[in-house]
């Protein structure tokens, strides 16, 4: 098989109380992704990729038929070639900078004390 690794960072979003769904995922559309993209050098982002949930009829069955919590209110995805490229950010100051500012952000729309995240490798199993 081949498959090909690569150090995956995955957010699973929750929004603040205070935002509504639509008011959530046009904030981090609109102004949160904006932001990331002029990030992408210093933070050594290979690929950013947001999931909105389908929030009708097919998730509501989906999620029935495997009696599943209550969904997220999205999912961030951020690659990276490599562990050394993600590990060596935090040794630069532009990047540690850049990170702050995402962060800063974040707060603007995420609960974070609600919203899990990790990193990973990516092991492709399956591809077009």
Request: proline share 6%; aromatic share 10%; hydrophobic share 40%.
């Amino acid at each position: 098989m081949g498959i090909h690794e690569m150090i995956r960072i995955a957010f699973c979003l929750r929004r603040l109380p205070r935002l509504t769904h639509d008011e959530f995922v046009q904030y981090w559309y609109e102004t949160h992704a904006p932001l990331v993209c002029s990030h992408q050098k210093v933070l050594r982002i290979v690929r950013y990729v947001q999931f909105h949930p389908d929030l009708g009829p097919f998730s509501a069955r989906l999620s029935a038929f495997r009696n599943a919590p209550e969904p997220f209110d999205g999912i961030a995805e951020i690659w990276y070639d490599n562990r050394e490229a993600l590990e060596t950010l935090g040794k630069d100051p532009e990047a540690r900078k850049a990170s702050r500012e995402l962060l800063e952000d974040e707060r603007r729309f995420i609960d974070l004390s609600r919203s899990p995240i990790w990193a990973g490798i990516e092991k492709e199993i399956i591809s077009r």
